[in-house]
């Protein structure tokens, strides 16, 4: 009988109430999503950026996951204040090594919430004059959308809960985990407390 994925990570299970998406079914998709851009892409040399740090864990499957030849590159941001953050309003503290003029670029995204992060992002490479850009989301929350972020590849809708696993963390806590877990209230009791109560993941992706 196969281990229960939260017997498994037992340091962190007695936060994680339940497993929303397991990781068979995350690997599926990724594996889905990979022959699409691989047909999508053919004859094509895209460039795939991502954003540090959630990101590593999708971006190294999918590339797995992808028969064609892609080059990888990513970026890093930081916000200036968690009101800034909030308005979509951060800085470049990592920027990309390698020029996108005229080149294909998929951006690679592991949550969209409210799309104002991502659509300041976007602005930003779309300046730098791509052949093409197109954003590849593996998760999206819906109801928090501020802006519509069109997505050429997308994976599953998260439902309005604080959740963890899969690149998605808590204080940097959990992105280690292979599957998508609701996390306990008690796990960002601390944070509520101190009246820095924590976004429902995603912040104002």
């Known amino acids: 009988m ?5 017997d498994i990570y037992e340091e962190q299970a007695g936060d994680i ?3 929303l998406i397991t990781e ?3 690997q599926s998709r990724v594996r889905e999503i990979g022959q699409a851009i691989s047909r999508d892409y053919a004859g094509r040399r895209p460039v795939l950026v991502g954003v540090l ?3 590593l864990f999708f971006m190294a499957d999918l590339l797995c996951a992808i028969t064609i030849a892609p080059e990888v590159d990513f970026i890093a941001v930081s916000s200036y204040s968690q009101d800034s953050r909030d308005r979509g309003f951060v800085r470049l503290v990592k920027d990309l090594e390698m020029p996108i003029e005229g080149r294909h670029v ?10 104002l992060t991502l659509n300041y992002l976007l602005r930003t490479l779309r300046a730098r004059g791509p052949a093409s850009l197109e954003v ?12 519509d972020i069109p997505s050429r590849y997308q994976g599953f809708e998260l439902p309005d809960r604080f959740v963890v696993g899969y690149g998605l963390d808590h204080r940097e806590s959990y992105r280690n985990l292979p599957f998508v877990g609701e996390l306990k209230p008690h796990a960002f009791q601390a944070n509520s407390e101190s009246g820095n109560m924590p976004h429902k993941n995603g912040g104002s992706k």
């Open 2 to 6: 196969r281990e229960h994925p939260l």
């Open 17 to 19: 109430s339940r497993v």
């Open 24 to 26: 068979a079914e995350i």
């Open 53 to 55: 740090k959630g990101v």
């Open 106 to 115: 998929l951006f690679v995204e592991d949550i969209i919430d409210t799309g």
């Open 136 to 147: 590849c989301v593996l998760f999206t929350k819906n109801r928090h959308r501020l802006i």
